[in-house]
Every structure is written in C-alpha cells, then in structure tokens.
C-alpha cells in the first residue's frame, strides 16, 4: 500500500525539521552533543577544543544560507583515549545517528602506554556546522 498524500507530505515535514536541528545556532550545542556521545559510550575526553567559527562560502563566494541564516562551520579538536572498538561505534553513531552535522577532517590513533589494556590515543580534528543570525 502507497502513503497518501497527506503522509507524504507530514513525512517531508518531518525530515526538514530533522535536517533544520542538525543547524544549531551556539557553539555549546555541539560541545554539549560531542562529550554527551563520548560519556555515553565510556571514552575519555583529554581535551576539546572549539576553534574560531568562519562563515561557509558557495561557488559564487557569497555566504552559503540556509532561511535566511548564514551557515558556518566550527572546527572542533579533541583527544580522546578509549577501546578500538568503543571508537568504532563513536565514529558509527557520529556518521549516522549524531544530532549535529560533522565530518571528521583528520583523525590519528596510536597506542596508549598501557599494554595491559587496548586503549588508543585518539587526535581528531571535526568540522561542525552551524547556522547564525547575524555576523559574529
């Protein structure tokens, strides 16, 4: 059986409010989401670092906007130390499940110092993106 209609287009709805949330607008959002995600799954943050936000530029080099709001991207360092397999899921559930638009722009792993457990050293630098009002 085809959807109706009217399902169709509440589905539509639906998955423009979901694309509009993984815009949010403070910085603190996606701090918040990252070290959530890392707790949750029991990895160590080291450190995380937000660095300066720049505004994304089209093809044209005018601000990329999305209703009316310009978006801009927030790179964000973190080291981490956790399980190989703990960093799979972290980076499964980034790629399919994170409430936020990330990619993940370098990432090194190596092992820790402690050889009685398998625990990796993780560098990794994200791209975020987020939406504004106005210029910052």
Sequence with gaps: EGE????????????????????????????RELSGLAS????EVVSIKPQKRKTI???????????GCSVEEM?????????YKTMGEFFKILKDDFPVFVRVDTLR???SGDKTKNI???DLNLDTYLISQGAK
Aim: no cysteine; net charge negative; aromatic share 2%.
């Design 4 to 31: 109706t209609l009217e399902d169709a287009i509440a589905s539509l709805k639906d998955r423009l409010v979901s694309i509009d949330n993984k815009f949010p607008e403070q910085d603190e959002v996606i701090l």
């Design 40 to 43: 949750r799954l029991d990895i």
């Design 57 to 67: 530029q089209g093809i044209n080099q005018a601000p990329v906007s999305i209703k």
């Design 75 to 83: 790179p964000v360092s973190m080291s981490l130390k956790a399980p």
């Design 109 to 111: 792993m190596g092992k």
């Design 120 to 122: 990796l050293n993780v």
